[in-house]
């Protein structure tokens, strides 16, 4: 039998890295004075906002401990999606604004203001924009993905669930680590964090990552030039502060990063020419661009090159991509990624006999620029720059039983208070279509205020019921909107579709509401093993402003908000002497007035209400130990989503959300062998499917990704001295494949995102 020793501590938490949802039976790992035997440990998770096993909370919970984000290569919040099944995560601006979609529930639209249904919270502040979602992933405890509306304790916009990341907290032991890595084109990554005590009474730790890539995936045509696109160089840090109290502790948190990357273009496809639809490219410009949705908007199969490098399939000025390699162009725009943020928490936990007090305070500021080559061309037809400044301020008191009410009874209350201002400045460059540029500025203020009150119940041995309400009021302003700038007197192409003399514009109008939110469910325990549970939810999220660019008076519009009623039931066991944990859940979310996104006839982009929303679906998860030298993790999950929704001279029916694969299913095998001499190693391969994809309501075959996998590898050697060793392989197979596909009727394209190419590298890690 291999030792047990420091090597079977990561090796078991990182077996519960995928773990789901609930159980009330407490889990122990087995032991012996000897010599602990095989069996799964069990990550804990703050998703009820206080401390449990994820095996004790009835919310369907994906957990990932830092161990097991080490051994899966998560280096940033996409990340995670190819581990967890029935989360899709995208880049909405290749390599920047991640969108979050679980269980058929997300919000496609690329603007900054366009708050998604997914809440995304960091040492529990609540990340408002996806432009604030790309920060690297790094000296963090874990991560929880809470799938369903979490309308209670979490609150703000989680209609669709939660993702949580928890830094970590310093300590007196010194705990720390240094990591480098290099790879393919050019790439390396360093990290470090280390914890000090300063006095008796408080600890410090202080971490860092930096992130380069010399070398980008991209090759740039124009002029000969031959230029790399898509080099990385980003860099962040962090230093927290734990304080002992009398009866409790403060946790202060200063966090920053730089970013001064390449974002990666778009590749440009085109839309069929009406007047030769079967011929070569027009030779010259102007052609109707609302007759390009013919030919190019069907795919045959699934290869990507069969779907460019093809001259009938052209923008609005008649050009195609002449380059067969998916990962070669001409981009006219200059690729920057250019973002500077700052963030300061503190979190301060009181505790009394039959209490405790929590407050968080947080304040997050970011200022980004994006900028990206949408058109895929040499000409500036969709070549768009977006500037974001965002500032937020969260302030949250909580109170938190400390023993049952009488006897029977845990709660937990609080208030909350939430406000971020939002000033958007984006330019997008259309001189080579219409005679100008098209300037979106506009400011948008959101302060949400909030109570609540979560209650477990031990009804007898076997049942307990949960339940828990919130009242929440929203209130979001908008202040600006669309002007044309630029403008070319001398230009003989196309005339403009725009207000040109007068600007389309919004004074400072605001939106408000105010809902109740609740959810009610039992827990049922089968055995000390086996927790069978159900529950109802009802979540809420607010409205929300158009912030794309205005044609006519009115674009600048809001939508009204979304609701939703969600049901569940979910097992969760532990069996095999603690060797296996099989847990699966179903639901079923019945959805009134779901915010989508839109790609209009006349180009224009909208967020607008659906008429309805059903979406079903199961999950199931499984973590074995069937030996002691190999762990197996897996996960799948079903989907089956529909919309019914009308926008314009738009219909859809029975239409397939963006971003929602029927099927999903992921799979980790890792062997381990003990080498002597204190040394230990492992393989890991692992493998992620994701079925057909949609990218837009329209369902066209041209507009998605037929399914896919990835593969992955990882070999290493850990040392009982604590240093690790290890060489991994992403998309070992370099498969090429669309990550994300938007079209637009004023640049006359389709345009696709192309996912990572095979990627490579060494690493070592040592403590200190």
């Known amino acids: 039998m291999m030792k047990m020793g420091k090597h079977v501590f990561w090796r078991t938490a990182i077996a519960c890295g995928v773990a789901m949802a609930t159980s009330n039976s407490a889990i122990a790992q087995q032991e012996s004075e000897e010599e602990p035997s095989r069996g799964l440990e069990v990550i804990q998770v703050t998703s009820q906002k206080r401390v449990q096993s994820v095996q004790d909370v ?87 993905v809470l799938k369903g509306p979490q309308g209670t304790l979490f609150g703000r916009n989680t209609t669709a669930g939660a993702v949580s990341f928890t830094t970590v907290r310093p300590d007196h032991d010194g705990r ?59 860099f962040a840090v962090r230093t927290g502060f734990l304080f002992d109290l009398d009866n409790g502790e403060l946790y202060v948190n200063l966090h920053g990063g730089r970013d001064r990357s390449e974002n990666e273009p778009w590749v440009g496809i085109g839309r069929s020419a009406l007047d030769n639809p079967t011929g070569p490219a027009p030779e010259l410009p102007g052609v109707n661009g609302q007759q390009y949705r013919n030919n190019c908007l069907s795919r045959a199969d699934n ?36 973002s500077d943020s700052f963030g300061a928490l503190a ?25 990206e080559d949408f058109d895929g ?115 003989t192409g196309d005339v403009t579709f725009f207000s040109v003399d007068t600007p389309i514009l919004v004074d400072d109008e605001e939106i408000s509401s105010t809902e109740l939110t609740y959810k009610v469910g039992l827990d049922y325990v089968l055995s000390d093993d086996v ?51 099989l847990n699966a859940a179903v639901f ?66 029975d239409a397939t959300p963006a971003n929602t694969p029927e099927f999903t299913y992921n799979v980790v095998a890792r062997y381990f062998h003990d080498l002597s001499g204190g040394l230990y190693g492992y393989a890991q391969v692992d493998y992620t499917y994701q079925d057909d994809v949609f990218f837009s309501l329209d369902n066209l075959k041209a507009v998605s990704q037929e399914a896919y996998g990835l593969t992955g590898f990882r070999i290493g050697v850990e040392s009982d001295e604590g240093w690790e060793a290890s060489f991994w392989v992403k998309n070992l197979t370099d498969e090429e494949y669309f990550t994300e596909i938007l079209t637009s009727g004023s640049a006359g394209v389709l345009s696709g995102q192309v996912g990572s190419p095979r990627m490579f590298g060494f690493t070592f890690k040592t403590e200190i």
Request: proline fraction near 3%; charged fraction near 20%.
């Open 588 to 653: 079923n979310y019945d959805y009134d007035d779901m915010q989508l996104f839109a790609d209009l006839p006349d180009g224009r982009y909208t967020i607008f209400n659906a008429g309805s929303a059903s979406v079903k679906g199961a999950e199931i998860e499984a973590n074995w130990l069937p030996t002691d030298n190999l762990e197996i993790i897996a996960g799948a999950g079903y989907t089956d989503a529909s919309v019914d929704a009308e926008v314009g001279l738009l219909s859809y029916s």
């Open 531 to 581: 927790l069978l549970y159900g529950n109802f939810s009802h979540g809420y999220k607010a409205g929300v402003w158009n912030g794309f660019w205005a044609a006519t008076q009115g674009d600048h519009s809001s939508a009204e908000p979304e609701f939703i009623d969600a049901v569940e039931f979910g097992v969760k066991s532990t069996l095999m002497d603690n060797t296996l944990r």
């Open 58 to 144: 009835s919310v369907a919970v994906t957990a990932f401990d830092q161990k097991s984000m080490e051994k899966l290569g998560i280096q940033e919040p996409i990340d995670i999606a190819v581990h967890t099944p029935n989360l899709n995560v995208k880049n909405v601006l290749n390599k920047s604004a991640p969108i979050f979609t679980i269980r058929g529930i997300g919000n496609a639209a690329f603007t900054s203001n366009s708050v998604a249904p997914v809440g995304v919270y960091v040492d529990e502040l609540f990340l408002p924009t996806n432009t604030m979602m790309s920060f690297s992933v790094f000296d963090t405890e874990r991560v929880e």
């Open 176 to 234: 720390g680590y240094a990591r480098i890595g290099v790879g393919n084109y050019e790439s390396a990554d360093a990290e470090i964090a280390k914890s000090f005590s300063l006095t008796g009474d408080v600890a410090a730790r202080v971490s860092a990552k930096w992130l380069y890539q010399g070398e980008g995936t991209f090759t740039n045509r124009l002029d000969d030039s031959n230029r790399d696109l898509g080099r990385v160089n980003a």
């Open 347 to 371: 979190h301060a936990t009181l505790d009394f006999d039959t209490f405790s007090f929590v407050s968080i305070t947080a304040f997050e500021t970011l200022d980004k620029t994006t900028e």
């Open 303 to 338: 290869d990507i090159h069969a779907f460019i490098n093809n001259s009938n399939c052209v923008n609005r000025v008649g050009y195609y991509d002449p380059y067969t390699d998916v990962r070669e162009g001409e981009f006219s725009q200059e690729p920057v990624i250019e």
């Open 377 to 491: 061309s040499p000409f500036r037809i969709g070549d768009t720059s977006y500037s974001n400044d965002i500032d937020v301020f969260s302030q949250e008191l909580r109170l938190t039983s400390a023993r049952p009410l009488a006897g029977k009874t845990d709660w937990i209350t609080g208030l909350m208070y939430y406000q971020d201002t939002q000033e958007v400045f984006d330019l997008y460059g259309y001189t080579d279509r219409v005679n100008h540029d098209v300037q979106v500025d506009f400011t948008q203020d959101t302060t949400s205020i909030a109570a609540y009150l979560h209650t477990e119940t031990q009804l007898s041995d076997k049942w307990k019921l949960i339940a828990g309400a919130r009242i929440t009021r929203d209130e979001i302003s908008f202040d600006g909107g669309t002007t044309v700038v630029n403008l070319d007197d001398d230009f």
